[in-house]
């Protein structure tokens, strides 16, 4: 049976390669037309040879429209590979049924019933789940807002051609639109001139949350309802919300200012402020279309008496608004019962709340217990199907958004803080105020005398200095948002670069300054180096052990304390082997600090778009944790464009979603296991060669300079992409680089080496001078999902990595020794990683990675002439330096643009 499906599976792929194929060609045909259309004969010709590997005469050719027709032509072939997938999908589930698809909640539910787990046991477990994407707005969105808009009517246009009864006019009339459409995107251009402001890049994850998600919610509810069906069991286990997991949303959008100094009080607070209208109008539509589907007469129902005496008093209660609503839909009760809602809601949003209570919702949970009370009378009427089809959404929508839309989380750096407290205690006339150079023993004796006092430092309004304003500033509009719509709006206040205990108590006095600290938001320590990631266990046991935390748990009760892991700073630090292994590690000795203190741990997953930081395929993500870390509560960051790749399309995004959802309840039911010992030596040892060697190259003296002469690194740092700066503080060193920029720079000269760098030597290592242990790691790596996952990502990355590419951007090194030394440490390692994962993996890469090696051979000949430009362009722009600014600038913007048509082909930024 297995063998079966592994062969029909293998059967559907390639068919699916061979539709991408035929609809790319399809594509490429009407893009082809509309240039020659617009007397592009020359560039029409080259881009239709774009798969076939011939020679191209580019001679007189403009660089940027070579440029930018390339890069549209990769575009349309991730559109038809986004739609191949979406079909490959729907067809294995029609042939080999839903649990084929792996992740799905079907095949979670299989895997959950072999192993003995009865229904009730699953039953219980769905409702405790809670999960918690958080849309961020990193600098890694290379695409426009209005370019990514033309690739949504694109797609529309792509599915429509599936529909096989179109008539040839028809089609004809479907490829004029598809002509127009590209047109459009040839005149409007990919790059941003001018950098995006918050205000663009808080629109762009608005749009997600009103008008993608709500919707990808009904959709995913639907896919776990048919797999509880799928497998037979009970539905009445599965009927209501409440039996529901729960699914929240955060952002970082207008709350994430570490090293961002853009994001001021007051965009804070508009920003919350937008959330909560964004919430309350998805409400306020979803009660209009409900109240719609409510046409139940008086005379043929029988509507229960107390419902009816409940009409009345909210009609009563609300005076002429109310008679306005009850008469608009005479003789129609539970019309009436939502269009009193509806005025209620109104009030809500309208902020009058000089009504009283009765006529307007205080909080999500009183509109809650309304919508119930309208589901009960209709389980009484006998319509639970009218129930379940249009009360039932409405209910899920207020779980997931309530009137806050998305948890706004609260960032900033712990140094940044040391210095806000330093201004504020100079400002209070303390003598020795440099708190910065206070050692841990009287940071923690200082901040322990201050917490048992009530008073603040300072009079409200008093200035101390641009940090410490700017710190009280934004908490105190997160006080006054609190104090008049609760605390559902505000997530986490999160502490980037947490090294010790103090870092996170200093928090809670800028929380008592602004009259906060009785609230208890969640203070969560960023684990972000391998320093870090190895002392955060002592730290967060220090933290729940201290008496703030301690008597918060006897107050609270069920206490769950987050803890948010960094995978791209780690990375930076140490290669992504050792990033993994100790974050890995670091879940592990956590999770068993919150075991002793009776807390449950919440890990927040700082991930990026690429491997590198963290990317890769949610469900095996989830699979690849230590088994028995996952509570059933995660968060994890969408960051820049992997929030287009993976929600732009509502297919898509209920894929992800349910993956997200599936897999950590998959994982919130595996056990702990007892440590492997062997494993566990021969993985730290693995690491500890692994980092030494990337520590090698890092450490070389001129490996700075190196660095900067072979990738496109200063372009990044002029580039439109976001609007966070490149560095934290504006230095130039590695350590004040931004991850994203450093992921992002080596990828486009192909070097790729943050993805796999120092694993091939220390594989290598094992192989040569310890056989044993590397046949012990090619048994694991078919049985530990943690292995196998990462070597699998590992491999990617060397796939996608191009010695040919890195020697001529190597050649760009103008110290000869340097680039000889360097380059020899990098292709070296190269040539060993690829050889050891293929042997660790058992059989020859051709074999196992059809898919990925066809993507990259229908990229490969536009790749190569894009790199070709870019380093000609570099050395041109960076030989003129200051010498002619306007022509330097102009040679910028074709950077920028090469930069963002790479990024398109390599599917990824930073």
Known sequence: MKLHTELEKNTLELEGLQKIRTDYDYLLAAFKEMLQSLGEEKLAEVISLGQNGADRDL????????????????????????????????????????????????????????????????????????????????????????????HRELYILLVKLENPLWSDSEREQIKDDLKCVLERWWRTGEIYLQKPRLEDERSNVMHYFENVFPETLRLTDQRLKDAWNYM???????????????????????????????????????????????????????????????????????????????????????????????????????????????????????????????????????????????????ITLRAEQVAKKHVFPIERILDCFGFHLAKLDIRQNSAYHEIALSQILKASGFSDFDYPSWDEEKRLEFIQGELLINRPFLLPGRPCGPEADNVLGYFLEVKKYIDKYGEDGIGSIIVSMTRSLSDLLVVFLFLREVGLKEVRLPVVP????????????????????????????????????????????????????????????????????????????????GRGGTISRGGGKIHRFLESMPPGSVSGQIKMTIQGETI???????????????????????????????????????????????????????????????????????????????????RRTGQRSLSDLRSIPWVFSWNQSRFNLTGWFGTGAALHHFKKNKPEDFAYLKQLAEEWPFLKFGLIQIETNVLNSDPKIMRMYADMAQNPSVREQLLKLILDDYQLCNTAIENLLGSPVNERRLSRLENHKLRKDSMDILHSLQVRSLIHWREMGESDTKKSHERLLNLLLLVNTLAGGLKNTG
């Open 526 to 605: 960023l684990l972000e180096t391998i320093d870090d990631l190895i002392a955060g266990p002592k730290i967060l046991e220090s933290f729940l052990d201290h008496a703030l935390v301690r008597e918060q748990r006897e107050i609270q009760g069920g206490l769950v304390q987050e803890v948010m892991l960094g995978y791209s700073d780690s990375n930076k630090d140490g290669g992504i082997l050792t990033s993994r292994w100790n974050i890995y590690k670091a879940e592990e000795r956590l999770s068993e600090v919150g075991e002793k203190f009776g807390v449950k741990m919440r890990f927040f997953h």
């Open 644 to 726: 287009a790749n993976q929600f732009a399309n509502r297919l898509n995004a209920t894929y992800n979603l349910e993956m997200f959802l599936s897999g950590t309840a998959r994982q919130a039911l595996t056990e702990k296991e007892s440590i492997d010992v062997r494993r566990y030596t021969i993985m730290d040892e693995l690491v500890a060669t692994a980092r030494k060697n990337y520590r090698e190259l890092l450490d070389h003296p001129k490996f700075i300079e190196f660095y900067g002469q072979v990738t496109p690194i200063d372009v990044l740092e002029q580039s439109k992409i976001g609007s966070r700066p490149a």
């Open 59 to 150: 001679s007189g050719m403009s660089d940027r429209k070579l440029a930018q027709a390339i890069g549209i032509s990769f575009e349309l072939l991730n559109l038809v590979e986004e739609n191949a997938a979406t079909q490959f999908r729907r067809k294995t589930e029609t042939r080999l049924g839903p649990d084929s698809t792996r992740g799905s909640w079907a095949e979670t539910f299989r895997v959950w019933k072999s192993m003995g787990i009865s229904e009730k046991k699953m039953a219980d477990l769905l409702p405790t789940i809670q999960v918690m994407p958080v849309l961020t707005a990193h600098p890694t969105e290379a695409k426009r807002l209005t370019v990514l808009d033309i």
């Open 232 to 378: 037979g069991f009970s539905a009445e286990y599965l009927q209501w919300p409440e039996h529901y997991p729960k699914l929240r949303f955060g952002s970082w959008v207008g709350g994430d200012r570490d090293g961002h100094p853009f994001v001021t009080p007051e965009f804070t607070a508009s920003t919350l402020q937008l959330h909560r209208e964004g919430a309350l109008k998805i409400l306020r539509k979803e009660l209009v279309e409900l109240a719609r589907k409510l046409s139940f007469s008086e005379f043929i129902n029988e509507i229960p008496q107390k419902f009816i005496s409940q009409i009345r008093d909210w009609t009563s209660d609300l005076g002429e608004q109310g008679q306005k609503a009850v008469e608009r839909n005479a003789s129609e009760p539970l019309r009436q019962y939502v269009n009193l809602m509806i005025a209620k809601l109104d009030n809500t949003i309208e902020e009058r709340f000089d009504l009283g209570d009765k006529c307007y919702y205080r909080n999500p949970m009183a509109m809650s217990e309304d919508l119930r009370q309208l589901r009960n009378t209709l």
